[in-house]
């Protein structure tokens, strides 16, 4: 089955512990990014990858980091997280870039950060 | 980016035909009009895409007139399960972002 998958899917940490979310995608995308989404604000575009090894920031960059070593996976890294890190974060994946290609998104991490 | 303006809720019933419109107005020469579907706790799920005229598909249908300044995505014959948040979009041809407005929450009633 076509599928982007995220782990954890829930994640209660404290402030300043490294944490990272993974992200899979078994379709061979190419283009792969993360947004978060919070109540009033929407979803908002944190970081994206056009191909291994190229990664690029979106509109919300700021405290996170990515990685694109393989095709399927793109892990998101929180190095010291924040209270106002706490969201619901979203992997996504498509072929080629975001015109004319179907985006796919994962089933969602909910994280806390106390 | 062009920035789009949509309702920020719709209430109907079941079987009834849900019109929402979009508006656009600094829309772009090579820019594409897409529609999100996103339920609760869960992702978002796209329906469709048009640049112009008219787009149906087996979900949804797109209406884009002329001036491409507003799209409106009808969905027929709603049931309890369409019940969800409905974003419009506009994607750049050359760009690989995509920005997500405040979506339109669709409650559909028995």
């Known amino acids: 089955e076509a599928q982007v998958t995220q782990n954890p899917r829930y994640l209660i940490t404290v402030t300043g512990k490294k944490l990272t979310v993974t992200c899979s995608q078994n379709m061979n995308h190419e283009y792969m990014s993360w947004y978060r989404q919070d109540p009033g604000l929407g979803l908002r575009q944190i970081y994206y990858s056009m191909n291994v090894e190229v990664t690029d920031k979106g509109d919300v960059p700021e405290g996170y980091k990515v990685s694109r070593k393989e095709k399927r996976n793109f892990p998101l890294i929180l190095e010291s997280p924040s209270p106002n890190q706490t969201s619901l974060y979203f992997c996504a994946s498509s072929q080629g870039g975001a015109v004319g290609e179907t985006q796919y998104f994962g089933p969602g991490t909910r994280l806390l950060v106390l | 980016l062009a920035k789009t303006t949509q309702p920020i809720s719709m209430d109907s019933y079941e079987g009834q035909e849900v019109n929402i419109t979009c508006s656009h107005n600094?829309?772009?020469?090579?820019?594409?009009i897409t529609w999100y579907q996103q339920f609760p706790s869960q992702g978002p799920r796209f329906i469709i895409q048009?640049?112009?005229t008219k787009v149906t598909n087996e979900v949804a249908s797109l209406f884009i007139p002329a001036d491409r300044k507003s799209s409106t995505l009808s969905l027929p014959r709603v049931s309890l399960s369409d019940t969800a948040v409905y974003y419009c979009l506009v994607v750049a041809s050359a760009g690989n972002k995509l920005t997500f407005g405040g979506g339109t929450r669709v409650l559909v009633k028995p």
């Open positions: 048009g640049y112009k």
């Open positions: 600094n829309i772009a020469t090579n820019d594409y």
